[in-house]
């Protein structure tokens, strides 16, 4: 399974991919890991790790669709079986959605439909729910819709915090995601 990968930040969930086919129990090949801003750790993880990577920065085009049009391409341009939104954190336009049906996974750090958006995690804190956790889903052009693949459960403890509940729940999403990719490549 040919892979790419986006990320906006400090790419945890990405390293576990990485450590997990470096360690040989994930049979995927990552093509390529891409970004949209410079300076990601995520980009430079990947690096490290030797693997290409493309930085497609929002900020340097003048409209929304030539930012579209550039990533799609750049995407594109690696024949991927699946991408990956491992915490990217931008919508992808309907044309990029067309351009990899059902082939465009995201992981989500809440119970989805629960708390979707770019505060999954403090949203669900602030509502006050006792169990939250994480989803890999499919990705349609909405914010974290599309149909779910695989859920894990993480308890919220009386005295979490944003960070601690997240560093949690990530322990958890890394786990999910690898389960879900190994299960693509079956
Ligand atoms: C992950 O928890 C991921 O689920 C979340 O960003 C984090 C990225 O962490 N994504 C979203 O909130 C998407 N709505 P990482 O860069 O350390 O892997």
């Given amino acids: 399974m040919r892979l790419v990968v986006l990320v ?3 790419g945890s969930n990405l390293q576990a991919v990485l450590d997990a086919v470096s360690a ?3 049979e995927v090949q990552i093509a390529a890991v891409g970004a949209d801003r410079p300076g ?3 980009v430079a993880r ?3 790790a030797g693997i290409e990577t493309f930085v497609v920065n929002f900020k340097d085009y003048a409209t929304r669709s030539d930012w579209d049009e550039a990533l799609l391409a750049a995407v594109a341009a690696y024949q991927p079986d699946y991408v990956l939104s ?3 954190m931008r919508i992808v336009a309907a044309g990029f959605i067309e351009a990899f049906p059902g082939r465009y996974l995201n992981t989500h750090p809440a119970l989805l439909p629960s708390f979707p958006g770019a505060h999954g995690v403090r949203d669900a804190l602030a509502y006050g729910v006792k169990v939250t956790g994480c989803t890999v ?3 349609d052009a909405g914010v974290d819709t599309g149909p779910i693949l695989a859920q ?3 308890a919220v403890r009386g005295d979490d915090t944003e960070e601690s509940l997240h560093e949690r729940i990530k322990v958890a999403e890394r786990e999910l995601l690898i ?3 190994g299960e693509l490549t079956a």
Avoid: Q
């Fill in 24 to 26: 040989g129990t994930l």
């Fill in 152 to 154: 894990t459960a993480v």
């Fill in 40 to 42: 990601t750790g995520g």
């Fill in 8 to 10: 906006s930040g400090s």
């Fill in 179 to 181: 389960r879900v990719l």
């Fill in 46 to 48: 990947s690096a490290d």
């Fill in 137 to 139: 889903h499919i990705a």
């Fill in 86 to 88: 491992s915490g990217f």
